[in-house]
Nanobody, 115 residues
Framework: VQLQASGGGLVQPGESLRLSCEAA????????MGWYRQAPGKEREFVSA????????VYADSVKGRFTIFRDNAKNTVYLQMNSLKPEDTAVYYC?????????WGQGTQVTVSS
């Protein structure tokens, strides 16, 4: 199983990034997908999740109205569109695939928001 996250980078406050996470080795369309992040010195925290069918979308309060999660089951890929980025969004972002008690994690992609 592989969850390949990409799209991170260094941006200025107010700018946008789109993260992608392509899955391999799982029946992607059966899995709920999520994004989490971990800032230096902090615990990993939930960012957003989307159900297997594209519904059941949930966001952390800190990103509501700025981030959008969506998925393309034909491409085995989940995305996180991040707009109006803030310095406090700086973290390593991880994607997660979940199905009942099965739980997979990707390797993470670094997002740095700094002027």
């Amino acid at each position: 199983v592989q969850l390949q996250a990409s799209g991170g980078g260094l941006v200025q406050p107010g700018e946008s990034l789109r993260l992608s996470c392509e899955a391999a080795g799982i029946n992607f369309r059966l899995f709920d997908m999520g994004w989490y992040r971990q800032a230096p010195g902090k615990e990993r925290e939930f960012v957003s999740a989307i159900g297997w069918s594209g519904g059941s979308i949930v966001y952390a309060d800190s990103v509501k109205g700025r981030f959008t999660i969506f998925r393309d089951n034909a491409k085995n890929t989940v995305y996180l569109q991040m707009n109006s980025l803030k310095p406090e969004d700086t973290a390593v972002y991880y994607c997660n695939a979940k199905l009942e008690r099965v739980d997979y994690w990707g390797q993470g992609t670094q997002v740095t928001v700094s002027s």
